[in-house]
């Protein structure tokens, strides 16, 4: 094989197709090489007469016609060995290598090719859309694969090793043609770093036009940037680890803002029943309801100050333990005086899970995005679910059993979220604490303004 300085080298490409690979990998390899424009449909004789095969990419390495991508990219490898895109030890080629075919046989010659280039498979127009329905689930589960190998692999840069190997140049162009796919959903922040691999060859100024291989796609005649435009949904937060772990913070948050709506719910559900089991006077079943309410909305302002001093995590588990035990409590009620007393401590640790769950929120989700958007459109359906939630399961707990198992099954569920939230609950604290009178005078102050009203 010539060496680098003697080798006159020319790369036919075509917009948006898998040529993105090796023009990516020359000039991450350093190599000076022509690339020559060949449309996918508009192929002339000229380019037939060189690959009789009409497939891109064609690699010509001063007279020798090199085809088909491992070829091509072994090619370029091998005039520039010192690139290292095939990785730089044996295992890492060979990793490269398992990438590689499973990217063009797997993803781009049946998902893909499935999807744009259906009558390829068959002559009967009818069948199409079964065909991409194939391809579309395909591509679903190839990158369900790719997200499980990079963590298995502990993926944060590069596929293979710690530097750029021609997998990466595989991966970049099969997420940028993934973003075109409105059937596959992805998570292109986070499953792949593509903006993060694009920058890094933008920044090394070694792909001036690589980048501009994608400007058409094979079903769109022209597009207005080299990125395809995508719904900017944003970035997961860097606090969770994976979309699970957001997904069930999410769910723990609006569970917490549930929580007094929840207890509001039961008790209008069984009011009547636990004022003729405890012989309550008209007043005190009065203050079943009210004393939840009052005491939530009393201190839930000097609790909020007290969330960002004590901690936020530690603030939302122990309201998680105390409405648990509250409500185990309560269910075991024997007068009316304990059952309104308790009923204000239910409402107490309702407010206390309120403001960690929405600081956690604002914190994790600091910048707008769409992901923001979702997450507080979640959040603030707390109520609503909470208030349904609770009558629901009052309603079937006291119809079946009395209205005392409804707080033991609010005991149970609460507990539960108590230990999950250990793990699904993000560590952020955003607050400097400041002189002592500065932090905790005012929440005195809000304390015995609230007792006293």
Known sequence: M?????????LFYSPAACSFVPHVALCEAGLDFQLVLTKIGHMTKEFEAINPKRRVPVLIINKEVITEMSAVLTAIATVAP?????????????RVYEW??????????QAVAEIWRTERFTNNPEIYPQ??????????EIFAHIEAKFIEGNVTEFAVGNAFTAADSFLT???????RFKEVTIDIDNDYPIEHELSELHERQATDGAVSNLVESPHSKAATSPIPSRNNVGKRPDCFKNTFQEICFILMATLALAANSLVTGAMIIVTASIGRDLHMTQAQIT????????????????????????GRKAFFIAGMVGFSVSSLILGFSRNPFWMNILCGFLGLFSAVIVPPA???????YAEPSKRKNWAFAC?????????????????????IFDWRAGFFFFTILWGLLAIVSIWVVPDIEAYEPGPFGQDYVPVLGNSISSELL
């Open 2 to 10: 010539p060496t680098p300085q003697a080798s006159q080298l020319t």
């Open 82 to 94: 010192e690139a290292h895109i095939f990785g730089k030890t044996p295992l890492e080629k060979i």
């Open 100 to 109: 590689l075919n499973y990217l063009s046989t797997t993803a781009h010659g």
């Open 131 to 140: 065909l991409r329905a194939k391809g579309y689930e395909t591509m679903r």
């Open 173 to 179: 162009v099969l997420y940028l043609w993934a973003i």
């Open 287 to 310: 203050w079943i309801s009210a004393a939840t309410t009052l005491s939530a909305g009393a201190l839930q302002l000097p609790l909020g100050q007290l969330t960002d001093l004590l």
């Open 358 to 364: 929405i600081g956690i929120l604002g914190a994790a």
């Open 379 to 399: 959040f603030s359906a707390g109520n609503p679910v909470g208030f349904g939630l609770g009558s629901i399961i009052m309603g079937i707990s006291a119809r």
